[in-house]
Each structure stands twice: as C-alpha cells, then as structure tokens.
C-alpha cells in the first residue's frame, strides 16, 4: 500500500510516523524548507517560547515588587529573543527530520497537486498513491483589502518582531492567538487596547470564565471593547487609526495585529478535478475518520471542521492512518478535544460549558474553586483566576472543566481524561491529590460541587447552586 500524505505540519508528520509505525510505504510532501508547519514555525512553539521569556519578565517584576530582588532594569533583548527562538525551531524540526528519516517516511520537499484521483504532482515528479491524506494547515487570515505592513500585523509579523514592543498595540480577535500575542506585548510594555466582535471576551470559554478574565485583564491596564466590529484601518505617519462600526471616534495606535482566525490552505490542490466536496463554509467534508467524498483520499487538520488545533490534527492524522489501514480507530472526535490558551493568566478547558450543558437539558453540579485559595498559587504569587467544574446531578459525571489561572493549560490533560472517560464527581474527590499542587484546584472544585467545600466558603448566593 502506497501511501501519500500531503503537508508536514502536526498531523501530517504524525499520521506519516504512525504509518511507517504499521508498516506502510509512506511518501511525505511538504512545499517549507522544514518539517512542523505552522504550529513548529509560525504559531504554537515560537508563540510559547516568547510567553515563557514574557512570563520570566513578569516573575522578575514580582518579586521585585515584593523586595526579593533588589536589582532594577531588567528587560527582554528582543533580538537575541528571536534568535533563539530560531535556534529552537531548527533544532526541533531537525529532530522531526530525524524521526521521519528513522521511520523510514521519504520526505519530498514542493508543491503537491493532484494531477489524477491516484496521482500526486509535484514540481515535474508523479508520485503515484493508494490512499493520500491531506494535511496542508492555514494560514492567516487578513481580511481584504488590508494587508500585512510594519504597522498592521497577522501573527506571522507579530512572531517575527526583534524591535521593542510599540507603546500602543490595538489587537483585534480575543481567541487564543490574540489574547496570547496581547499578552506578550502587554508584558513588553505594549499599552493595549482589545477588540473583539462577540458580546464577551474568549467567546469559545465558559461564560463565568471570560467574565472572570475580563475582570483581571482591566485591572492589568487593558481596554477592552466588547462587541464592537473593525469596519476600517488606516495607516497614518506614527501608526494606525481604526474605525468602529456605528462609531464616529477612532482608536488609535502605533500599531494593530489582526488575529480574526485562520484560512485552510485548499488553493491550487486539483481538489474539483477529483471530486473532493467542499462544506458551505469552505472546508473539506470528511466522515468520522476523515474519508473526504473520495473514500481512498483522507483530509485532517485546519482543512477539514472542527478546531483548528494541533493536537487535535495529530489525533486525526492516527485515526485516519488506522482507517485506512484496516484497523479499527475509534473516531478523533469521539473524545472532547481540550483547548489551552498560554495568556497571562492561562485559560483551559475541555468538554461542555454550563451554558451549553444546560441547552442540552442536563441537570447540574457546579463546582468552584478560587485560585486566591489554593496554597500552591498563593506561594507563587498567582493568585488570580478559578477552576470550574460542570457535572451531571444525578450521576455526577464530569461534563466539563474550565480553568483560569496559573497552571490550567497543564492540568486541563487530567480534566480531558476525567471527560473522556466518563469519569465521576466522587472519582475524582476519591483521588487523592499532591500538596501544595495547582491539580488541588480540580479535587477542591468537585468537593464544591459535591456540597463540601474544604479550603474556602462560596459566597451566599452560590451556596444553593448546582
């Protein structure tokens, strides 16, 4: 069985190792210089690497506030910061390299289009396939007719910047993206202004989480506009005036970054000349495994509905593998997929909102637990934020957990396993957690939902709720 998988990103490399892993004679097509795609060289790992510097930043800062540290001036070389960040880079993409060369996956660098139902084109090359698995990611997304300058940024721009932070950044979009890059430049020093169209911020979050989040970032400084529409950008000779829809004021800023989603790169793929269908919202149409309309040609990742996640292709690019190599996968999205945000603080969560629980006629257990009350948060001076738990009253199974604050974008893993496995309100209490530890948070908001609070007294009004 000859097997093609078209874009080396997060689930094209995976879905090529699981293949070699089953024994199949895999061909892996990327059009970069390097393996990763855009989670590798443009989004998840730069992105992190950046907040980790920012977060030391901040540490800093604590405990100078706090007289630990006696010495002033500390501040980020931003271009020494980026050249290590491209030291990282390369050194892992190296590494997949390495693992793909190990696995015996042969690694073919061009543009792929298809030229036939069972033919691959790339550059002046016929690479003839059994079954091809697309995995060609995004891009980001700039609406016309704006387009990326020194002074208007996609992410792609913002990652790239070794020049100080701007004084004022308008950020527009508070998904993941924006509000992690805000957070960055914020920490550098930005002063920043967040726009974002839906009625609250982190609009894909637990309704009580973005309320909580909007809480803490207006007490850091931020201003926020909430349900306001960009209907204009124009560049003046410091920086960029934008324009709100029904507003006659503009906002102005040194500079804006654009983080409004991402595009599927579908262009220039032969996909009509197959027969690939497309949704009506411009992905590919795939079944449970990820069979497109052309059952021997797979789709995953960006490209395909559902979140736009790298942990989420990666699933997709096994059981795709394991489909179309007989075996018997369980679908990638049979789980809840967990989504971490890396801001100051962090967001996580995974499985169903109260909101959305209650729609689909659940009765409730909610549980919570302040940060400002677990030991291991207070030693770090991370104080802010809240885990959230959302649990069926009568079986008590976890439906979903919702963390702000240090720590949530590690424990949200044991929340997804808690989700995904059914597991109860009275499993996770009888499971005995380390002390001091940010994890104490989950144990404590399940005691909560179970109507005995240990290390905190809920405020009155939420007493009788469940």
Known sequence: MQLVILGAGP???????????????????????????TCLHRGCIPTKFLLEAAHALEEYRRLLQEGILYSEGCVLD??????????????????????????????????????????????????????????????????APFRPSAKIWTSDEALERAEPAPAKLIVVGSGAVGVELASYFGSLGSEITLIEQAPRLLPGEDEEISAAMERILKKRGWHLEVGQKVSGLEETEIGVEVSLEGREEKLSANAVLMAVGRKPNLENLGLEEVGVALTP????????WGRTSCPHIYAIGDIVPGPQL???????????????????PAP?????????????????????TETQAREKGYELK??????????????????????????????????GVHLLGAGACELIGEAAVAVSCRLTLKDLVESIHPHP?????????????????????????????R
């Open 281 to 288: 919202q411009g992905r590919i149409e795939v079944d449970p």
């Open 437 to 465: 530890s940010y994890c104490e948070a989950l144990w404590e908001s399940a005691l909560h939902a179970c109507g005995r609070p240990l290390s905190f007294s809920p405020p009155p009004e939420r007493r009788g709720r």
């Open 366 to 399: 909610v549980g919570r637990f302040p940060l400002a009350a677990l030991g291991r948060a207070q030693l770090a001076g991370a104080g802010e934020g809240l885990a959230k738990i959302v649990a069926q009253a009568d079986t008590g199974q976890i439906l």
């Open 78 to 143: 931003c271009a020494q910061l980026q050249k290590k960040k491209r030291e990282l880079v390369r050194r892992l993409s190296l590494g997949i390299e390495g693992l793909l060369k190990k696995g015996r996956v042969r690694f073919v660098r061009g543009e792929g289009r298809l030229s036939s139902a069972h033919t691959l084109r790339v550059g002046e090359e016929e690479i003839p396939f059994t079954n091809l698995i697309l995995a060609t990611g995004s891009r980001a997304a700039l609406p």
């Open 11 to 37: 689930g094209g490399y995976v879905a090529a190792l699981r293949a070699a892993q089953l024994g199949l004679e895999v061909t892996l097509v990327e059009r970069e210089a390097a393996p990763g795609g």
């Open 310 to 328: 790298a942990h989420l292709a990666s699933a997709e690019g096994i059981a795709a593998v394991e489909h179309l190599a007989g075996l018997e």
């Open 332 to 352: 990638a999205g049979q789980h809840p997929c967990p989504a971490a945000t890396y801001s100051f603080p962090p967001v996580a969560s995974v499985g169903l």
